[in-house]
């Protein structure tokens, strides 16, 4: 993360803030699938009328029944061990906040999704980070996170897949953190954000939730980034264990109250519409995926990648044998010209060689002409690119 000298906020100021103030004509930044529009998620609502009866009143703390109820049917829990949030990024604060005190620890993997780093921080929990390579493809085990448990942790925050770089973790190795916590850090729990498991390619089922491993973990998703709706701020906890659901409800009640009843009600019936939504945003996926991969192919020598597992988006690498520094900051200085947006490595607590690039958000026909864009914005930076 850049240096913002002076500031002075709880939460560490990331200039991933850009990406609500600025979209430019193509954007590779956003790591989102296509949004669905009002009258698209209306008309799975049942239309206007379907919702004429809905009261505007304050809804419960815990969520709506019927949203639950669909949590729990894609997660392998049960409807009361649901409560809903306004994103998975207010879970996992609402989560640290209840569960650390001044002293605690807690454990997360970087690179990561600013808001999960920079929440943890606000909270003043002592944050250790287990970083991860991209050499390494950005791979997970128990053993990288083994040397910073202790009786001291609290939490230990993962993603799978993880944003910035689509990489899974497989349940198996799951289950291994989840051992080695049991004998190294007995008073912690394991958070797990699934917000991008919906989010695989072509006709590959999402893996199994890890919800159901144990009552130590914790999961979050949310209908923003597979599901393509954002704007509706709705998101959710899976929490086994009913005294912890209980303070992290009582918690939501004294900072948001409630969630909307309109949003909550509109994202059960992108919910029970889930499977005819996702098919077509896979299939698309798969295809942006694929022009992706030729296209780092057609740039051997300038630029490498890990190939994500899955997820809207994936890391590129500017080739280190190819860019020194000044070069980096050519092309960075370059994207502006070009029309170009890309997520900048130092977002995600990596450098600025490594970019980034999402390849759901634009229509798939407009997708090639902004490759052809970062194609100049490599050229421009001094590296001939064939």
């Known amino acids: 993360m850049k240096s913002n000298s002076g500031w002075q906020g709880r939460f560490p100021r990331n200039e991933i803030i850009s990406l609500l103030d600025v979209n430019r004509r193509y954007n590779l930044a956003e790591s989102t699938a296509q949004d669905l529009t009002f009258g698209e998620i209306m008309n799975l609502a049942g239309g206007a009328s379907a919702l004429d009866e809905l009261k505007m009143g304050y809804g419960s703390s815990a969520g709506l029944p019927r949203l639950r109820t669909g949590i729990a049917a894609l997660t392998g829990v049960k409807p009361n061990q649901v409560v809903t949030t306004q994103g998975t990024a207010l879970g996992l604060f609402l989560l640290a906040f209840e569960l650390c005190r001044p002293g605690d620890e807690a454990v997360i993997v970087t690179p990561c999704f600013p808001p999960s780093r920079d929440s943890l921080i606000a909270t003043g929990v002592t944050l250790r980070e287990c970083r991860l390579s991209f050499d390494q493809s950005y791979r997970l085990t128990a053993d990288l996170l083994e040397p910073l448990l202790s009786e001291r942790t609290k939490l230990v925050s993962i993603a799978s897949p993880q944003n910035p770089n689509g990489v899974s973790t497989t349940l198996a190795e799951t289950e291994a953190i989840l051992e080695l916590m049991r004998a190294k850090a007995p008073a912690a729990r394991l958070f797990v954000d699934e917000t991008y498991r919906d989010a695989t390619y072509g006709n590959e089922p999402p893996p199994p939730s890890a919800a159901a491993l144990g009552d130590e973990i914790i999961t979050g998703g949310s209908v923003s980034k597979a599901h393509g709706a954002p704007g509706l701020r709705v998101g959710w906890l899976t929490v086994r264990e009913p005294a912890l659901l209980e303070r992290l409800i009582v918690a939501k009640m004294n900072m948001v109250i409630s969630g909307s009843p309109l949003d909550e009600t509109l994202a059960a019936a992108i919910l029970d519409n889930r499977e005819k939504i996702l098919r077509a945003r896979r299939e698309l996926l798969s295809n942006g995926l694929s022009k992706v991969a030729a296209w780092v192919e057609n740039h051997e020598g300038s630029v490498d990648w890990v190939r994500p597992d899955g997820g809207a988006l994936c890391c590129l690498r500017l080739n280190p044998k190819a860019f020194d520094e000044a070069g980096i900051g050519r092309f960075w200085s370059a994207l502006p010209e070009a029309d170009l947006q890309i997520g900048d490595g130092t977002?995600?607590?990596?450098?600025?060689?490594?970019?980034?690039?999402?390849?759901?958000?634009?229509?798939?026909?407009?997708?090639?002409a902004a490759l052809d864009a970062l194609s100049k914005a490599i050229r421009a930076a001094g590296q001939p690119c064939r």
């Open 347 to 368: 977002w995600f607590g990596e450098t600025s060689a490594v970019l980034r690039l999402g390849f759901g958000y634009l229509p798939i026909d407009v997708l090639p």
